[in-house]
């Protein structure tokens, strides 16, 4: 039995997580690799891959919701924490599947699965024999000095929740300029650039910061529309994979 | 007309922002101000208080379910992006009352709130003469170093984005000895503390920053079932109200 690597993908809501889930697959099923699929996201309506695993099957937000009457809010809270109680089954499906790359796709909500008890113990649970997280940030939010930070503080809070290796993806990168890139890398490389882009002092700071703590505080540019950084992304999961937890 | 102190209060799900909000109306209104409280959750199914103004009667995550035949998810996020467009009839609503203070609950997930366009819109309109955000934090989550690291950037992160001026509250504090609150006082004093209490060097680092970075870096203990720290925030809210953005 080859090792697992489990990769999870997180990211406030729309940030782009089930497209990269999906891009991801292909691509590395592209180049040889056994892929499986694990769709976390009780309330997932719409899922632009076939997941190999889904945990819909077991616990849907929109049963519990008829079924004991909940608003959206309360039968979304209720699924996330129901799935806890389907870990066996789906540690059980994944052992049979026994892929390489076990990419899981997480709650839409963001809050919803890192915030609570559910998500980090989910995690912990489905790690098998390596694992590491993928944040998503929306390139959107990634131009400007506050937006960039405060992704990255984010970041930095689920990694302590959630304790894996977390690497951060800069999704939609296809919707940025080479410029606009390079501008997101010299924030982070370059504290004061931070302010000489608008920053304020503090955001100035928390950048240094965010710098001096991050295993790879730049987030790798991604696009699921026309594959670039996925080459990166494959190299990176290799080295979890097969070396240390830390990529260098 | 006297200055309107709009008072924001944000946190995860379950931190206890409904009950905070209720404690806080009935303390301000015991030591004779007028207060009033707008609820701006469109998916809340029960409060502890009597909204004087609702963005439910506006806005209903439940409705825009039945009638777009959206799921839990999609309508949520419908309902919190809707609420932008009805912003002038609740400014018309709280014009109308001009109370001293106005409390707002915010929509019980903070990511789609905080970390959608939306809140950071809605706070600056709704945001009158002055304005200030409560930062809620769970009791449960701060007793650990990771914890409280955790939850002390997430409300860095929410604090770029609402860039308002933010106290963190440490909530539920009644389920707290006095010996845990004042380990968790000594840990955001002393970020060596936080090794000493089990959290790893980067834990202890980004304690450093964070008490370098904060106005108020110690969260203000407060209980909703026996009133503790109430006191405190009330000083805190009238030295916004009268005085500058900055408590010191």
């Known amino acids: 039995m080859v090792n697992i690597l489990a990769v999870f993908i997180t990211g406030t809501a729309g940030s782009g997580k089930s497209t990269l889930t999906s891009a991801l697959a292909d691509y590395l099923e592209n180049q040889d690799n056994y892929v499986s699929i694990l769709n976390l996201d009780p309330a997932a309506e719409y899922l632009p891959y076939t997941p190999d695993i889904d945990i819909r099957d077991y616990v849907s937000a929109r049963s519990i919701m008829r079924k004991y009457k909940l608003g959206p809010n309360a039968s979304l809270i209720a699924a996330v924490d129901l799935m806890v109680t389907r870990i066996d089954d789906i540690k059980q499906q994944i052992s049979d599947l026994d892929p ?16 609570r008890d559910t998500g980090p113990l989910i995690v912990d649970r489905l790690s098998m024999d390596k694992s590491m997280v993928l944040f998503v ?5 990634a131009r400007t000095p506050l937006g960039l930070a405060s992704s990255l ?18 999704n939609k990168a296809d919707l940025l300029t080479e410029e606009e890139i390079e501008d997101i890398e ?16 503090l955001v100035s700071r928390i950048g240094g910061v965010i710098r001096s703590v991050n295993i790879l505080p730049e987030p790798i540019p991604v696009s699921s529309v026309n594959g670039q950084g996925l080459d990166r992304l494959h190299a990176i999961m290799e080295q979890v994979l097969t070396g240390g937890d830390k990529p260098s």
């Not at 503080?153 to 800069?170: A, F």
């Open 153 to 170: 503080l984010l970041s930095l809070s689920v990694q302590l929740r959630i304790q894996k290796t977390q690497i951060n993806v800069l």
């Open 186 to 201: 010299n924030m982070i490389e370059d504290p004061d650039y931070l302010e000489v882009k608008g920053g304020s002092e």
């Open 100 to 115: 390489t790359y076990l990419i899981v796709d997480t709650p839409g909500q963001l809050e919803m699965f890192a915030f």
């Open 137 to 141: 940030i929306d390139s959107v939010h």
